[in-house]
């Protein structure tokens, strides 16, 4: 009995001696454990994003079977949102207040997002790497809010700056989405044919509900480009690049990093998406730069399941992820969320598979103290899928 | 199944002292709910309560009057659009903006209600789905409305008292669905219900009893829209954002199960059926956290299943509950309550 009696005594003692501890440790963080969540659409409209998350998966995993960050498992708790932003709300909410999240990363869609951020700002939650290149990230900055995506606008100046200068063309029409995502990519390629003194010979607006796209074509035809910049969505994207061809209107097509996957668009376009250059944000899938590599190898081919493909979707999930495993090695083993926010302004030409990431101290004038990506990559699709690289990474610049 | 003997039994709010004593435990336990649980939970009953809202307001038009809308969404959007800009550019308070709103997507119910009277069946709900998906359209081509890009809800304050949190809301919102689940019940007992209820079953019979079909076709829809635009309001501030890709035909479908699983023609069965899918639709995703069952349907999608088969299995769970549902009481859960309470009724003969 007595002995009972001292055991019990123990553990109370040893109980009083952890509560301090465990009242000084940062939420989600434990002796072995960091727990980080992510939203992404694994069913509904956007399902086809949804290997962005299963890609941080992969990668965390890989992390976990080479012994964590400092003796601590990365823990990650992934859930499927539907692309509904009630319940990527409902999600966040649940992993937060339930389990307790470090910080969250990546999360697929302005929408989603947009429903959750303040949630998260307001609990100082460090949220690493949305998967949208939209500017309601950084306008304005939010201290524990890190965008890593290359911001659209800055993409299509490059692009139009490659048409004018390296190609020589002078003709450019712009096929736009009808929304902040299109507008974007309309107002980088007017501000650069301002500076060259050009001007755009078309804008014509597709609705994400359009599904003729004739009288698009028509009107591009009509302006005679010879280069036709698209920021729509995959699908019309496709669609217009195939009906140019029946019409037989072959200007040079360029577009965005959001159809630059392209194994998927030549699938989707039946070949007809060959010639086409696109701006990137990862490296190419064959591409024999040693860390995508050995992403390939531990983290793809270890713990992706067998139907997955290895493409751009997947890898943009590490892409997103890394500045954020990054950041947590750089804490050293006393992680709290302000040392992490530190050492991810502390973050200067950081590479990985994707664009170099920097950003700076806090500044709520100077949305770029948390826009982590200033490069790009000009590529033009081949026959097989493949891709050529045009220009290697360059600096987006104003 | 109660013989009433008086008029005033048949009007009166409870009908005995049982059903008083469940509604004040009911009552004290929506009150108490927010000090015990979790914010999350809060979150989740105000999710619930909003769709309870606009339940009872298809309800009333689905259940009771006959018609059909697979454009609820669309309502829905112009009560939360309605209440932010309202707020934001036209500066007005909270509540006038939410009943304003309100009263705008009713006039827009009144509307569509028209056409109604020529329509009925298939060629009713192809006409209310065009209603739903034009709205969007609409307001996802307009900058007032914020274009694709969408709008956020302002700081919420009324009078004296800011609604910072979850809690603030749950205590706002669930008096709002007791009142008008209050409002939607009395009025079913009401010359209109009734007039609702004989549209339902035979309109030209109603027609010649004297019912004015213009009339009550077109009150079932505006009073409809309008519990959808308060929904709506109350919606746009549970988000903190809106934008027109939210109010998809999904949403609309999804309210019309609710109605049908619930229970046709029952405000009980509005109020089970909106909880019963809500809470399905946000946590079925953790069937797979169940300790066995779990482990078991992600063995059976790794090997018959694509990569997303895994979440896809809270879909195929969530169909195999409405059929079921559907298959073994057609009159939904409240037929299910009902047969429960016969069954009870005799017991143990």
């Given amino acids: ?398 | 199944m109660d013989l009433k003997q008086h008029y005033y039994e048949d009007v009166s709010l409870f009908s005995s002292a049982t059903i008083v004593f469940w509604f004040t435990a009911l009552a004290l336990f929506l009150a108490l709910f927010p000090l015990v649980v979790k914010n999350y939970y809060i979150y989740l009953a105000n999710y619930i309560a909003i769709n309870i809202i606009i339940v009872l307001g298809l309800n009333l038009l689905v259940g009771f009057t006959g018609q059909i809308s697979l454009g609820h969404a669309g309502f829905v959007a112009i009560g939360a659009y309605g209440t932010i800009i309202l707020m934001t550019k036209v500066h007005l308070p909270f509540l006038p903006a939410l009943l304003a709103a309100a009263l705008i997507a009713a006039l827009f119910g009144f509307l569509l209600g028209l056409p109604a009277l020529r329509l009925e069946g298939p060629y009713l709900s192809i006409a209310t789905l065009g209603f739903g998906l034009t709205i969007t359209q609409i307001i996802g081509r307009m900058d007032l409305f914020g274009g694709r890009e969408g709008l956020h809800a302002p700081a919420l304050t009324i009078g004296a008292w800011h609604l910072d949190t979850d809690v603030d809301f749950y205590y706002l919102l669930i008096p709002l669905t007791g009142l008008l689940t209050l409002a939607a019940r009395n009025l079913t007992r009401t010359q209109v219900g009734r007039a609702f209820i004989a549209i339902r079953d035979a309109d030209i019979a109603a027609e010649t009893m004297g019912v004015n079909l213009l009339y009550y076709k077109t009150l079932a829809f505006s009073v409809s829209a309008f519990y959808a635009g308060i929904g709506g309001g109350m919606y746009a501030f549970v988000l903190r954002f809106v934008e027109p890709e939210i109010f998809t035909l999904m949403m609309s479908i999804m309210f019309l199960a609710m109605v049908v699983v619930g229970g046709l023609g029952s405000i009980m069965g509005a109020i089970a059926g909106a909880t019963l899918l809500s809470w399905l639709d946000l946590q079925l995703r953790n069937i797979l956290d169940i300790p066995y069952l779990g482990d078991w349907l992600t063995a059976l999608s790794q090997s018959y299943f694509s990569i997303t088969g895994v979440s896809n299995i809270q879909f195929i769970v969530f169909g195999m509950i409405m059929i079921l549902i559907m298959l073994f009481e057609p009159l939904g859960i409240y037929g299910i309550w009902l047969r429960t309470k016969i069954y009870w009724r005799t017991w143990p003969f």
């Fill in chain 1, 1 to 398: 009995m007595r002995e009972k009696f001292s055991g019990i005594w123990r553990i109370v003692a040893v109980v009083c001696l952890l509560i301090p501890a465990a009242v000084l440790a940062e939420e989600g963080v434990t002796d072995s454990e960091i727990h980080i969540g992510q939203w992404g659409p694994q069913t509904g409209p956007a399902a086809a994003w949804g290997s962005v998350a299963r890609g941080t998966d992969a990668y965390f995993k890989m992390i976990n079977a080479q012994g964590g960050i400092h003796g601590r498992k990365l823990i990650h708790h992934m859930f499927d949102d539907g692309y509904n932003p009630a319940k990527t709300k409902a999600g966040v909410k649940e992993l937060q207040e339930g389990t307790g999240m470090f910080a969250w990363v990546s999360g697929v869609g302005t929408s989603p997002g947009m429903a959750v951020k303040e949630y998260l700002m307001e609990r100082k939650i460090p949220w690493v790497g949305p998967s949208a290149g939209s500017l309601q990230w950084i306008t304005p900055p939010q201290k524990y809010l890190f965008a890593v995506y290359p911001l659209y606008a800055m993409e299509a100046r490059t692009l139009v700056r490659h048409a004018v200068k390296q190609m020589g063309l002078q003709r450019v029409a712009v096929a736009y989405q009808n929304d902040e995502y299109g507008k974007n990519g309309l107002r980088g390629a007017q501000e650069e044919l301002q500076k060259h003194g050009l001007a755009l010979v078309a804008e014509v607006p597709v609705e994400v509900k359009d599904t003729d796209m004739k009288p698009h074509v028509m009107k591009l035809r009509k302006s005679n480009a010879d280069m036709v910049l698209l920021w729509t969505s995959v699908s019309h994207a496709v669609r217009i690049v195939g009906v140019s061809k029946a019409m037989k209107f072959a200007p040079q097509f360029m577009s965005t990093s959001t159809c630059s996957d392209f194994p998927l668009m030549m699938h989707i376009s039946k070949g007809l998406w060959e010639g086409v250059i696109c701006a990137t944000f990862g490296e190419l899938p064959d591409s024999q730069k040693a860390l995508l590599q050995t992403y390939r190898k531990d983290a793809y081919e270890a713990f992706a399941a067998k139907d997955e493909r290895w493409g751009l979707f997947f890898y943009a999930g590490i892409i997103f992820a890394e500045p954020l495993v990054e950041a947590i090695k750089r804490c050293g083993p006393e992680l709290t969320r302000e040392k992490l926010v530190q050492e991810l302004e502390g973050l200067q030409d950081f590479r990985g598979i994707g664009p170099t990431v920097s950003y700076k101290p806090f500044d709520i004038n100077d949305p770029m103290s948390r826009q982590g990506t200033q490069e790009t990559m000009l590529v033009q699709c081949l026959a097989d899928g493949k891709a050529k690289n045009l220009t290697g990474w360059i600096v987006m610049s104003e």
